[in-house]
């Protein structure tokens, strides 16, 4: 048994040795580099303390970056969920074509984020877009709109980019939770009379709690952490319209701005572990009470 201890951490330390020098150690340098002024224009480095995290809330321009970067999160999180799981209730039933159906629907997700971004350059544009076309194909010319280009509306494309891409994802996650729904139930449930909301509600859903966890984890944390989709779009534009922390950090990054932009990658960091963190905590709780 001694024998058996003393591999076993043989066998663990390499790895170990790989998460401090991967992991470890570069957020550490990063945390120690937000508190400093690097920056390409000077060869010294200094401990300025929070003087960078000052400027960023002191600055007006990061209010309108945070609000996208949080507004992005939350409501592509929110529709690809329900997209998600409604794609995949649909598709969980006997319908002849649900494996077709469901390869159609995963398929988006596997082309590259720059790739998509510079696709839908083409069908969002406000003169030769595809979807312009269209509405006024069918007579719903009064729809069209500027879809990159005019500041309410950019936003809500991107987010409806991200929703087309990702939510065959979630289906298939949601695919995988509801085949662990107990059968027995269902058939009790239908000799009890319940409807298909009752059967939904009560037994599905707190079936799949764990699928909706993964889901909603998942989808928050690419919200958050959002750059190439929204890079090869708009570039953060109209002005700043449809800027996020990661263009922002990268913009500052390409100016020299080390110091500062490694601060702001320290509060996606924040961002990033208190929401997540509190979404595992409420699922928590819902499981514990439940």
């Given amino acids: 048994m001694y024998v058996?201890?003393?591999?076993?951490?043989?066998?663990?330390?390499?790895?170990?040795?790989?998460?401090?020098?991967?992991?470890?150690?570069?957020?550490?340098m990063g945390f120690y580099y937000s508190l400093t002024n690097w920056n390409s224009m000077s060869e010294n480095i200094k401990f300025i303390g929070l003087d960078n995290f000052k400027e960023i809330f002191n600055d007006s321009g990061s209010f309108m970056f945070i609000k996208n970067t949080l507004m992005?999160?939350?409501f592509t999180t929110v529709l690809k969920v329900a997209i998600g799981l409604g794609l995949a209730l649909m598709l969980n039933e006997g319908i002849k074509t649900k494996g077709l159906l469901r390869t159609i629907y995963f398929l988006p997700i596997i082309?590259?984020?720059?790739?998509?971004?510079?696709?839908?350059?083409?069908?969002?544009?406000?003169?030769?877009?595809?979807?312009?076309?269209a509405l006024e194909f069918i007579g719903l010319s009064f729809l069209t709109q500027a879809w990159l280009e005019d500041p309410q509306w950019v936003m809500w494309s991107t987010i409806g980019v991200e929703v087309w891409k990702a939510a065959g994802f979630v289906m298939i996650i949601f695919l995988a939770g509801l085949q662990t729904v107990s059968k027995e139930t269902i058939e009790a449930s239908d000799m009890d009379g319940a409807n298909y909301w009752n059967k939904?509600?009560?037994?599905?859903?707190?079936?799949?709690?764990?699928?909706?966890?993964?889901?909603?984890?998942?989808?928050?944390?690419?919200?958050?952490?959002?750059?190439?989709?929204?890079?090869?779009?708009?570039?953060?534009?109209?002005?700043?319209?449809?800027?996020?922390?990661?263009?922002?950090?990268?913009?500052?990054?390409?100016?020299?701005?080390y110091g500062y932009s490694t601060a702001l990658g320290v509060l996606m960091f924040i961002f990033l572990a208190v929401i997540s963190i509190g979404i595992i905590m409420i699922f928590t709780r819902k499981e514990t009470n439940g």
């Fill in 4 to 28: 058996n201890k003393i591999y076993s951490k043989k066998f663990i330390l390499p790895a170990l040795i790989l998460f401090f020098l991967l992991f470890l150690l570069p957020s550490f």
């Fill in 72 to 74: 992005y999160a939350f």
């Fill in 111 to 133: 082309i590259s984020n720059l790739i998509v971004g510079l696709m839908f350059q083409q069908v969002l544009h406000p003169s030769n877009g595809i979807l312009n076309h």
């Fill in 200 to 257: 939904l509600t009560k037994i599905i859903i707190p079936s799949i709690a764990p699928s909706i966890l993964i889901n909603t984890l998942l989808s928050v944390i690419s919200g958050l952490k959002v750059f190439d989709v929204i890079f090869a779009l708009t570039n953060g534009g109209p002005g700043r319209s449809s800027e996020v922390i990661n263009i922002t950090i990268f913009n500052q990054f390409s100016m020299g701005n």
